[in-house]
T-cell receptor
Framework: SQQGEEDPQALSIQEGENATMNCSYK?????LQWYRQNSGRGLVHLIL?????REKHSGRLRVTLDTSKKSSSLLITASRAADTASYFC????????????FGQGTILTVHP | DAMVIQNPRYQVTQFGKPVTLSCSQT?????MYWYQQKSSQAPKLLFH???????NEADTPDNFQSRRPNTSFCFLDIRSPGLGDAAMYLC??????????????FGPGTRLTVL
C-alpha cells in the first residue's frame, strides 16, 4: 500500500526560484528520507529527518517534518538547472529489515 | 570510489526468454535490495537480502528470483519475462547497522526492454 503521497506531481520553475515539495504519509514513522533521481539514473540520498526533529538543513535543502499532520516538506532554495530531477520521500515500511516505501515523487524542472 | 554497479545498463530480451541482471557493490554492506521502477512511478521493492537471509515481498511475482552468492554480488533472474516486466531495475545497498535509519545507496539501474 502507498505510504507516501507527494504533491505537486510536477513543478516547473525558473532558475533562482525556490521549490517546495510536500509528502504525506499514513502511519507513525521513526524517520523520513528524501531522495533525488536524475532522469534514467538511480536514486541519491539527500537527507534523513528523525521523528523527534522538526527541521533539518543541508546546503540549499531544508526539510521539515510535522508528525502531528504526518507530513514533510522539502525546500530547495535558489534552484539551479542541475536540480532538475524527480524527488521522492521514503519512509520505513513494514517489518522487513531496512525496507523503505517510496512516495510517487515530484518531477521538478528548473528552467535556465 | 565505493559504489554500486549494475550490469548491463540496458538489456533487451524476448518475451519468455530468461534474463539475468547483475549488481555488485564495493561498500561491503549487509543488505542488498532489488526494486522495479516503471515510468513515472515510485520504485517498488521486489525483495532484499540481509546477508544471506532472503526476504521476498508478498506481491512479488514468482517469475522473479534472486541469488546472492557472496556479500558483493546479487542477481535478479526473470524466468519468463512478459511485456509488463519492461521497467528500470534498481539495485541498492544499505549498511544494516541501524535498520530504521538506513540510507540506501543505489546503482544506476538496468533498463529492461521486452520484445
Amino acid at each position: 500500500s502507498q505510504q507516501g503521497e507527494e504533491d505537486p506531481q510536477a513543478l516547473s520553475i525558473q532558475e533562482g526560484e525556490n521549490a517546495t515539495m510536500n509528502c504525506s504519509y499514513k502511519t507513525s514513522i521513526n524517520n523520513l528520507q528524501w531522495y533525488r533521481q536524475n532522469s534514467g539514473r538511480g536514486l541519491v540520498h539527500l537527507i534523513l529527518i528523525r521523528s523527534n526533529e522538526r527541521e533539518k538543513h543541508s546546503g540549499r535543502l531544508r526539510v521539515t517534518l510535522d508528525t502531528s499532520k504526518k507530513s514533510s516538506s522539502l525546500l530547495i532554495t535558489a534552484s539551479r538547472a542541475a536540480d532538475t530531477a524527480s524527488y521522492f520521500c521514503a519512509t520505513p515500511g513494514g517489518t522487513s529489515y531496512g525496507k523503505l516505501t517510496f512516495g510517487q515523487g515530484t518531477i521538478l524542472t528548473v528552467h535556465p | 570510489d565505493a559504489m554500486v554497479i549494475q550490469n548491463p545498463r540496458y538489456q533487451v530480451t524476448q518475451f519468455g526468454k530468461p534474463v539475468t541482471l547483475s549488481c555488485s557493490q564495493t561498500l561491503n554492506h549487509n543488505v542488498m535490495y532489488w526494486y522495479q521502477q516503471k515510468s513515472s512511478q515510485a520504485p517498488k521493492l521486489l525483495f532484499h537480502y540481509y546477508d544471506k537471509d532472503f526476504n521476498n515481498e508478498a506481491d512479488t511475482p514468482d517469475n522473479f528470483q534472486s541469488r546472492r552468492p557472496n556479500t558483493s554480488f546479487c542477481f535478479l533472474d526473470i524466468r519468463s519475462p512478459g511485456l509488463g516486466d519492461a521497467a528500470m531495475y534498481l539495485c541498492a545497498t544499505s549498511a544494516g547497522r541501524r535498520p530504521l535509519e538506513n540510507e540506501q545507496f543505489f546503482g544506476p539501474g538496468t533498463r529492461l526492454t521486452v520484445l
